[in-house]
């Protein structure tokens, strides 16, 4: 089932947090990148941000990141 999608585009990754990853899972990574784009304290939780910085993450979020596998 291909989407059409063009080979710019990476794959979403896993939803999921490992004792492995830590700081470094993919989550953290997306997010201290948003912050860094949109200039909001890393600190920050998302449901700390205003609505058109909260509809940004939300986009960035659903683009790269999928839920966890079924099994």
Known sequence: MSMGKTSNEQPPVDN????????FDLRFVLWRHF???????VDSLPSQLD???????EELKSS?????TQK
């Not at 999921?16 to 700081?23: A, H, K, L, R, V």
Request: with cysteine.
């Open 16 to 23: 999921t947090i490992s004792d492995e990853t830590g700081q």
């Open 35 to 41: 912050c860094a784009q949109n200039d909001i304290s």
């Open 51 to 57: 609505g058109d910085q909260k509809e940004r993450w």
């Open 64 to 68: 790269r990141l999928k839920g966890p």
